[in-house]
């Protein structure tokens, strides 16, 4: 836990914890739509339980990714470059990331409305169940920014854990103010074409230092933070399509 005393390692602490937050917002979305299906004296059960589940499933795929990255011995040459299966891992992860947040650009300024939106039975354990599974596909684009953007692991774990504390106690503020400002979440998936774009450089052994695509981020967030605070509430901003909606008026918030 030495990294405590470099400012670096405080700067990618919050940085990672800004953008699970943010990009965690449609897990949100996601958990309490299930929960919506069930009595209302349990939603909040469900919805805690679920953040909970989200938070292990991260945690558990970033140490088996990261057991990955120590497999360092070459498999095969490619373009005169050895590639290991940590090679292969950040290359993969990479395009992952470039491919998820190309999409998801897509569908929220060209999607269908609901498109992704699914029936379940109402049982508490069939939720959770759901819950469980579906949040192993929500973390991988988490899971995968945590490595592009961090080196140490323990810095990786406190910031899932941090953002998931946060939106227990603020999701449904969070989730407003996203959805009143929604160039931040266009923002939050332009990062991840970044971050996608360093780990298939480091994959072929071109190493981008974590201090610029820092330094990218947080000028965009600020230029941002300006148009936010110069437009005020003058311009209508764009509806972003919502994969997930609430089918019925008695569902939970987020």
């Known amino acids: ?13 919050a940085t990672l914890t800004l953008l699970e937050i943010v990009l965690g917002i449609d897990n949100i979305i996601f958990i309490s739509i299930l929960a ?12 805690r339980i679920g953040l909970v ?6 945690i558990g ?15 095969f040459t490619l373009f005169t470059t050895d590639i290991s299966l940590r090679d292969v891992v950040l290359i993969v992860g990479g395009l992952f990331l470039l491919g998820k947040s190309t999409l998801e650009i897509h569908e929220k300024l060209e999607g269908v409305e609901g498109q992704a939106t699914f029936s379940t039975g109402a049982t508490f354990t069939g939720v959770i169940i759901q819950i469980a599974l579906l949040d192993i596909v929500f973390s991988l684009d988490s ?11 323990s810095i990786m774990v406190i910031a899932i854990v941090i953002a998931v504390l946060f939106m227990l106690a603020f999701s449904k503020m969070v989730g407003e103010f996203v959805d009143r ?4 979440k266009m923002l939050a998936l332009s ?52 994969s997930y909606v609430q089918e019925n008026q008695e569902g939970a918030d987020y």
């Open 1 to 13: 836990m030495i990294w405590f005393a470099g400012p670096q390692a405080w700067i990618a602490l």
């Open 36 to 47: 919506g299906k069930l009595p209302k004296h349990r939603q909040q059960k469900a919805r």
């Open 53 to 58: 589940i989200a938070m292990l499933t991260r």
């Open 61 to 75: 795929l970033l140490f088996t990714l990261s057991w990955f990255m120590h497999l360092t011995k070459p498999l």
């Open 143 to 153: 899971v995968i920014t945590a490595i592009g953007l961090v080196d140490q692991l």
């Open 181 to 184: 400002h929604p160039t931040i």
């Open 191 to 242: 990062f991840l074409l970044l971050i996608g774009l360093a780990l298939i450089a480091e994959g072929f052994d071109v190493h981008i230092p974590k201090g610029y695509i820092y330094f990218a981020m947080a000028f965009s967030v600020f230029v941002e933070m300006l148009n936010l605070k110069l437009r005020g509430q003058r311009v209508e901003p764009i509806h972003l399509r919502k």
